[in-house]
């Protein structure tokens, strides 16, 4: 159980114990563990309110706890359980100004605008914060927020329209464009606004958004399609592109000229999001063209762009595996592709969808020992144990992929799968000792997940009883050359022995 769910536990099922509110009090104030800190003031909000020091801690955590997502919880929590209380709207304005996170900023514009919206100190307030304020991340929230509360002033609109097309600030940009698009799509100017945006903006996600804003609002403008189409395959952005694209597919499916743009776009266009986007849309909305299937497998093998190609293997084994020649043509991609990328996603696909076929234990062998590319191996080693177990050569394989592989993710792979598939077994505690203690990996990023950890948890779990159990933890809580092996033995070490 994590801090937080033993902080929450805590106070849940023992709320009426005197001690409960005064640990809770201390946690709140004195915790090492921001987690902890949180969990603490959010119970002490939910149970205690009533209890005056309650508002004094999440006011004092609101402010000076050296951690925003602490003071963040303390704002939303004074928000919601003292907002009937004078000095909570001013302390709400103050903390939305002068926090140097702009976490917390956002979040005490959000509670004063959702719980003062009737106040109309609050509507000023926010058109000064929305036009006026430094901080780039108020001025967001306070446009968010008027779109979304006080719509029907006449100034929301204006400070929305010069927003879109002042503001120095792309998310203030993009708030104002999607407020502009959503409230105001009878207004006269939006639809020229939002196609200026389209061409002028420098930021992709504003200029998505306005094409987005468009397709949506003004579908039925026989205007819309035509201008769609002409930036699906004329514009000069690629983001303006692949979203004209989507709307395109999204409203206008039935028009004979949709399905052929998304066709020339997933193997004309110069870009791969472009393309990728193209080839999800034609196989959503038009599978049943006999094209679809051939374009698919000319992406798939021709494409420059991986992900373009992954996503059409993906896409022809989903949609067409009753088709023979689907699982004929993913056994070679498999087998004799030059893209790693195109075989593994095609070994993935059999292992999914052609389990029963014969060729499939094979090729999956086949591929765990033979393929040159670790990322293959392991789509293989995977698709094996999990398909596969009850052969004889499944357990052999994953024994000597997990010593003997020369990529470090195939060896914790193979680890993983032997202790998933066969847990308990006795026979295998030396292949997982041998792995905690000697296997070759050296970190060079911190996200990597090093075989030794693996293979350290599995024999926690796995062997606790084992004599060599604690003897080994001990030595790798010490001797690990990786840090933070070294830290997870050591924390297990002190559960153990604590």
Known sequence: MGCNSAVQELAKNFKDDPDTKTWLKERATQDDSWVVRRAAVEELAKNFK??????????????????????????????????????????????????????????????????????????????????????????????????????DDPDTKSILKERVTQD?????????????????????????????????DDNSNVRGAAVTGLAKNFKDDPDTKTWLKERATLDDYEDVRRAAVEELAKNFKDDPDTKSILKERATQDDNSNVRYAAVEELVKNFK??????????????????????????????????????????????????????????????????????????????????????????????????????????TKSILKEHATQDDNSNVRGAAVQELAKYFKYQPELFDIYHNCAVNDPFEREEDYEINPRRIALEIIIKQFPQHDQTLTLLRDRAENDPDEQVREFAQKKLKQWEG
């Open 50 to 151: 009533d209890d005056p020091d309650t508002k004094s801690i999440l006011k004092e955590r609101a402010t000076q706890d050296d951690s925003w997502v602490v003071r963040r919880a303390a704002v939303e929590e004074l928000a919601k359980n003292f907002k009937d209380y004078p000095d909570t709207k001013t302390w709400l304005k103050e903390r939305a100004t002068q926090d140097d996170s702009w976490v917390v900023r956002d979040a005490a514009v959000k509670e004063l605008a959702k719980n003062f919206k009737d106040d109309p100190d609050t509507k000023t307030w926010l058109k000064e914060r929305a036009t006026l304020d430094d901080h780039e991340d108020i001025r967001h929230a306070a446009v968010e927020e008027l779109a979304k509360n006080f719509k």
């Open 288 to 393: 049943d063209d006999p094209d679809t299937k051939s374009i698919l497998k000319e992406c798939a093998t021709q494409d420059d762009y991986e992900d373009v190609r992954y996503v059409a293997v993906e896409e022809l084994a989903k949609n067409f595996k009753d088709d023979p020649d689907t699982k004929t043509w993913l056994k070679e991609r498999a087998t004799q592709d030059d893209y790693e990328d195109v075989r593994r996603a095609a070994v993935e696909e059999l292992a999914k969808n052609f389990k029963d076929d014969p060729d499939t234990k094979s090729i999956l062998k086949e591929r765990v020992t033979q393929d040159d590319n670790s990322n293959v191996r392991d789509a293989a080693v995977t698709g094996l144990a999990k398909n596969f177990k009850d052969d004889p050569d």
């Open 168 to 200: 120095n600030y792309w998310v203030v940009r993009y708030v104002a464009v999607t407020g502009l698009a959503k409230n105001f799509k009878d207004d006269p100017d939006t639809k020229s606004i939002l196609k200026e945006r389209v061409t002028q």
